[in-house]
Each structure stands twice: as C-alpha cells, then as structure tokens.
C-alpha cells in the first residue's frame, strides 16, 4: 500500500518548485499563498525535512526540495496527460432497446448491421428478454411491446400488425384441418398477459375452423415463443404462430402454412417513457426500428 502525503499538499509543493514563488503557485491553483505556505509546511513536517528556503520575494529549493521535484513533475505531468487524453476520447454512444427473445431473433437481428448504417458512430445493444424491463429505472431506452397500445407513463408508436395461423414443418403429413386430429399441437403460454388481452390460442382457432375431434388444449407447451417456433422446424408438431415471426421460415419453406383460418391478433410497438422521445438514445432507436420494422417489411 502506497503512504503518500496528501495530493493537494505535493501539487502545492511542485507549483511552488516550478515557480519559485508561493505566491505564483496559488494564482495557478486558484488559492491563497497562506495556503500554499500551510500546505507545503505541513509537508515538511510530514516528511521531516525542509524542502524551501524561504526568502523576501522568491523561495529555493533545499538539497531534500532538489531531490523530489522531477520525480513529482513527472508524476504529475503523467497525470495531467492520461486525463487530457481521456477527455478527448470520443464517448461510446450506445442505445439500450428490449424485446422479447423471439422478436429479438427474428426481427432485430437480421436487421442490425442497417442500424449502424442508419446511426453512424453509435453501439446498438439488444436486451432480450420476455419480461417487462422497467423503462423509467432505465433498464433500456427504449422497448417492443405487444399489445394494446395503452401502457401507463409510456409513449407507444405501432409497428407491426400481427397474425397467427397453424405452421408446420413440411416433413409433416398436414394439409388439411382434419389432419390436425391426433397430431402433436405446440402451444405458447403467454403468461400474465393471456389474463389482460385476448391472446390467440387453439381453442379460439378450434371455434373458428369448425374442426371436430380436436383437442385444443392438448400438446406440448412452451414459455417463450422462439422455442415453439424451433419445435416446429424440428417437426415436433403443428404451432399456433405468429406469421410475422416466421416470415423468414416460411419465405425459405423451413415452415409451411398449409390452411387457415387466420386468426387476427394485436399489435407490436415501440414504446419509451413520456417526454423521452428526443433522448439521443430514443431518437436513434426509433429511426431505426421505424425504417426497417414499422412499415411491415418482416423480411431481411
């Protein structure tokens, strides 16, 4: 462990050194030569030696004051340096947006190297996680919600519509609805909020496509969608999903749609906290989720 006088008192000590004058050295530090002299005095008595001789108008170095001066301008010229060249440092600028797991690989990170073009000089960093972040606390600047679009404290603009339909694998013998009768069926358990809003889920399908036999409540279940959407690719069974989150799947025929009906669900959006909107941070993320999201242009 480092015993070093007090830094105030080796800063006086090199100013007065370098000037030769205490008085000189307080208009450089902004104090008063008594405090200078009180300063250097107590480091004097500090270190045991006498490192000025005092005379009426300047002050010299003693033999000892001789001996620390280029090591504390040295010390104190690195100082000075390292903190000059940190504050010309350009500062990162980074721009916190959350979304859920799935939106996050399907939407946001086809799209993310358009960010940085978008935003020169800025970091993107993708929160993703399906509970709700506290956007107030600054957990993120800015988040994708789906719902409603009526969130308490926040600012909502709409991004994507959503629909939903059964998606299968093609590998699976499912072309028809009767098909799904004894087949496997994934489901997504949407939480809390299949308690506020009215969610797609294959009952609702079931009651729509009139199909006789089927159990809706039947299969495997999944916490998060990104999981159901693998389940399916897999060949796991038929999933209720989200067709914007498997444009790319379908576009590619990992997945197939082989009927309907589609069931109409809500809405994404970007949503931060009121009167954040012109934060830098909300500003970049907006132009970029508006740009490349807002206008329904699931595909990268």
Same mark, same amino acid.
């Given at each position: 462990?480092?015993?070093?006088?007090?830094?105030?008192? *080796?800063?006086?000590?090199?100013?007065?050194?370098?000037?030769?004058?205490?008085?000189?050295?307080?208009?450089?530090?902004?104090?008063?030569?008594?405090?200078?002299?009180?300063?250097?005095?107590?480091?004097?008595?500090? @270190?045991?030696?006498?490192?000025?001789?005092?005379?009426?108008?300047?002050?010299?170095?003693?033999?000892?004051?001789?001996? #620390?001066?280029?090591?504390?301008?040295?010390?104190?010229?690195?100082?000075?340096?390292?903190?000059?060249? *940190?504050?010309?440092?350009?500062?990162?600028?980074?721009?916190?947006?959350?979304?859920?797991?799935?939106?996050?690989?399907?939407?946001?990170?086809?799209?993310?190297?358009?960010?940085?073009?978008?935003?020169?000089?800025?970091? @993107?960093?993708?929160?993703?996680?399906?509970?709700?972040?506290?956007?107030?606390?600054?957990? %993120?600047?800015?988040?994708?919600?789906?719902?409603?679009?009526?969130?308490?404290?926040?600012?909502? #603009?709409?991004? *994507?519509?959503?629909?939903?339909?059964?998606?299968?694998?093609?590998?699976?013998?499912?072309?028809?609805? %009767?098909? *799904?009768?004894?087949?496997? #069926?994934?489901?997504?358990?949407? !939480?809390?909020?299949?308690?506020?809003?009215?969610?797609?889920?294959?009952?609702?399908?079931?009651?729509?496509?009139?199909?006789?036999?089927?159990?809706?409540?039947?299969?495997?279940?999944?916490?998060?969608?990104?999981?159901?959407?693998?389940? %399916?690719?897999?060949?796991? !069974?038929?999933?209720?999903?989200?067709?914007? @989150?498997?444009?790319?799947?379908?576009?590619?025929?990992?997945?197939?749609?082989?009927?309907?009906?589609?069931?109409?669900?809500?809405?994404?959006?970007?949503?931060?906290?009121?009167?954040?909107?012109?934060?830098?941070?909300?500003?970049?993320?907006?132009?970029?989720?508006?740009?490349?999201?807002?206008?329904?242009?699931?595909?990268?």
């Amino acid at each position: 462990m480092r015993q070093l006088p007090p830094l105030g008192a *080796l800063r006086a000590f090199e100013a007065a050194a370098r000037q030769e004058s205490f008085k000189r050295a307080a208009a450089e530090l902004g104090v008063t030569p008594t405090a200078i002299s009180h300063q250097i005095r107590q480091l004097e008595e500090g @270190l045991g030696v006498a490192l000025f001789v005092r005379q009426t108008r300047r002050v010299m170095l003693t033999e000892a004051g001789r001996a #620390l001066y280029p090591a504390m301008r040295q010390a104190l010229d690195g100082m000075a340096t390292a903190i000059d060249a *940190l504050r010309q440092r350009p500062q990162r600028q980074v721009a916190t947006l959350s979304a859920t797991v799935a939106f996050t690989a399907k939407i946001l990170v086809p799209r993310v190297a358009h960010f940085r073009a978008l935003n020169p000089g800025w970091d @993107l960093r993708l929160h993703a996680t399906d509970d709700l972040v506290d956007l107030e606390a600054r957990e %993120a600047d800015a988040a994708i919600r789906y719902g409603l679009g009526h969130y308490a404290g926040l600012t909502a #603009l709409p991004l *994507l519509a959503d629909n939903f339909a059964p998606v299968c694998s093609p590998r699976l013998t499912i072309q028809k609805p %009767a098909d *799904l009768v004894g087949a496997t #069926l994934i489901h997504f358990d949407w !939480g809390p909020m299949a308690s506020k809003i009215s969610v797609p889920a294959w009952a609702s399908w079931q009651a729509q496509a009139a199909v006789n036999g089927l159990d809706p409540d039947g299969g495997i279940t999944f916490n998060d969608e990104n999981s159901a959407i693998q389940a %399916a690719i897999a060949g796991q !069974g038929v999933a209720l999903l989200s067709l914007s @989150l498997v444009a790319e799947e379908l576009a590619s025929g990992a997945l197939v749609q082989p009927f309907g009906p589609i069931l109409e669900g809500l809405r994404y959006y970007l949503v931060c906290p009121t009167g954040a909107d012109n934060r830098p941070e909300v500003a970049v993320l907006r132009n970029w989720v508006m740009t490349d999201v807002a206008q329904g242009n699931v595909a990268p």
